[in-house]
């Protein structure tokens, strides 16, 4: 039985939360700030889902301007200044220029007056305002960013919004802050059904880890499953009816190139005219995001040939490079956005508004709630949206505290390059690691990077390096058993590490890291393997890692 489990569930909560996505996440967190007993299962892993495919964006909105959706652009850009000072070791401002030429719908006249919009919308930012380039220099227009196309283009705006590089971190540091406020939180739970006996809910869940069955009380249930509120909903009442209309967003990675783009790349499709980006991603460039409406396996989303031959075209388009194919692609990933059904109306269109569905107004559920839509940006002003109107559900009344909260790794951080400055030459002298090293943990784990390496003092080896290409070292496995949740091989690699993201996406180093974290599982030497062999399968299947570069890393590190 796991460490968690060893701690008996509560008979009673006074609220469970199905979903350990980023808005079950921030759910939990402000529900137990408020002082309720918390209960949130999620099936799979913490942030596994919309939250770690999505663009790695803390953004505003821009593009929301266009259908009038003030409000939106304001909550985004308040809560992108919330995010920035509650989490500075995760989230990092990002200068995005947006080109325009000729042919774009966006013209100067109406780009120049939404960037005018999203500045007095963000009164408040801690970042520098837009600025503009027109080609009446058109050397200087031109060097400004050499690869990209110069025929046609007018112009450049340039704005700041910010990058989650780890958006699964993000996450998972609202689940252990969720944790320190008393919240329990369990992954690799799945929720089963429910019944209501009049007072309070009976929960029936499954630890899909150990294949064993627990019930629980609940007086109010939230559905936070993102995509999955619908399949949720059939489960409890087949009566419900449709309430997602998720889209599907492909992405795809390709190397960073010579004389490449230095800031992230907004730029109107010429395919379509939709908004996509070229972001600078640690040594990749990100390209993304497609929108297309999504009704198949919600287990299984993968980026189809087509999407990423329609990326390829847009990034070919714009770059005055190289051509770039299909084998330049390291790896694709895909999400659902948790949009509202709304038949009528195109991707683009639908509302990215969050709604809180009360089942008791419609179906007659008492005391149960579905969350639709969401950002990732949002979520923290979700979640407050979410508890008040359970307070006012239940009769009660307590001040949100989470606006100005700390993440679990944020704490004592005011600013994060002076907190480096304080840290990183101490801790490479004391543990005798490379420089880059500590300052990658610091970025990952914030001011828990001193916990991580404290293993080290335990076993000197802790402190080698997984990968040679990558600053993860072995302690880090330890702590993602011990203090970070992880279940499983996936969950350490791709959520408790840069490996599952980066490289060979862990193809190489898999077999090293189930030597570690084996015993730390408790799995026995059939099982092991048995996980080495599904990781394979899932980065090679979900991921399509281009097998390229397996073979060079293979070639590279031969007598590695």
């Known amino acids: 039985m796991s460490k968690d489990l060893d701690k008996n569930l509560k008979p009673l909560y006074d609220i469970l939360i199905i979903g350990g996505g980023i808005n079950g996440a921030g759910i939990a967190l402000d529900a137990a700030m408020r002082g309720y007993s918390v209960l949130l299962v999620e099936k799979n892993d913490f942030g596994g889902s919309t939250t770690s495919n999505s663009t790695k964006l803390i953004h505003g909105g821009l593009r929301y301007l266009e259908y009038m959706e003030f409000p939106l652009v304001r909550e985004s850009l308040r809560e992108r200044e919330h995010i920035l000072q509650n989490a500075p070791h995760l989230i990092k401002p990002i200068k995005i220029n947006f080109p325009f030429y000729g042919h774009s719908k966006r013209g100067p006249y109406i780009l120049k007056l939404g960037m005018i919009l999203y500045d007095l919308l963000s009164y408040d930012k801690s970042m520098p305002n837009h600025s503009f380039m027109f080609n009446f220099n058109k050397k200087k227009l031109h060097d400004f960013i050499p690869t990209l196309r110069k025929k046609g283009l007018r112009g450049i705006a340039s704005y700041f919004d910010c990058q989650a590089l780890y958006p699964e971190r993000l996450n998972l540091e609202i689940i252990l802050s969720a944790n320190c406020e008393g919240a329990d939180t369990m992954n690799h739970f799945a929720f089963n059904s429910?019944?209501?006996?009049?007072?309070?809910?009976?929960?029936?869940?499954?630890?899909?880890?150990?294949?064993?069955?627990?019930?629980?009380?609940?007086?109010?249930?939230?559905?936070?499953?993102?995509?999955?509120?619908?399949?949720?909903?059939?489960?409890?009442?087949?009566?419900?009816?449709?309430?997602?209309?998720?889209?599907?967003?492909?992405?795809?990675?390709?190397?960073?190139?010579?004389?490449?783009p230095e800031d992230g790349l907004y730029i109107e499709a010429i395919q379509d005219g939709r908004p996509f980006f070229i972001l600078p991603w640690d040594e990749y460039y990100l390209v993304g995001t497609t929108d297309i409406f999504y009704n198949g396996d919600l287990d299984n989303i993968v980026a189809t040939e087509d999407e990423v031959e329609y990326l390829l075209h847009e990034l070919n388009y714009f770059t005055d490079s190289k051509e770039f194919t299909r084998d330049d692609v390291v790896y694709t990933y895909s999400g659902i956005r948790p949009l509202p059904y709304e038949p009528d109306k195109s991707e683009s269109q639908v509302t990215r508004n969050h709604i809180i569905y009360d089942h008791e107004k419609k179906e007659n559920i008492k005391n149960y709630i579905s969350i639709v839509g969401g950002k990732l940006t949002t979520y923290r002003n979700l979640a407050e949206d979410t508890i008040d109107a359970i307070e006012k559900k239940l009769g009660r009344k307590h001040k949100c505290l989470t606006k100005e909260y700390k993440l679990f790794g944020a704490k004592g951080i005011a600013d994060i390059d002076s907190f480096k400055e304080e840290n990183i030459e101490y801790y490479t002298n004391k543990y005798q690691i490379e420089e880059s090293i500590v300052n990658y943990l610091i970025d990952f784990y914030g001011v828990k990077f001193i916990e991580v390496l404290k293993y080290i003092d335990l076993n000197s080896k802790l402190k080698e390096r997984i990968d040679p290409e990558r600053n993860d070292i072995k302690a880090q496995i330890y702590y993602a058993v011990e203090v970070e949740k992880a279940k499983t091989l996936e969950d350490i690699i791709i959520r408790r590490t840069s490996l599952g993201t980066h490289g060979t996406l862990g193809y190489d180093t898999v077999e090293e890291i189930a030597e570690i974290a084996a015993p730390l599982l408790s799995m026995n030497e059939n099982e092991k393997l048995k996980a080495i062999e599904n990781y394979k399968e899932k980065i090679k299947n979900h991921y399509k890692l281009n097998e390229k570069f397996i073979e060079k890393r293979a070639e590279k590190y031969v007598a590695h």
Do not use: C
């Open 194 to 260: 429910m019944k209501w006996d009049g007072e309070r809910y009976t929960v029936n869940l499954t630890d899909t880890i150990n294949d064993q069955q627990y019930s629980v009380g609940a007086k109010f249930v939230v559905n936070a499953t993102g995509p999955f509120v619908d399949n949720i909903n059939k489960a409890i009442d087949t009566n419900i009816p449709r309430l997602m209309g998720g889209t599907k967003g492909s992405h795809i990675l390709i190397d960073k190139f010579e004389n490449g």
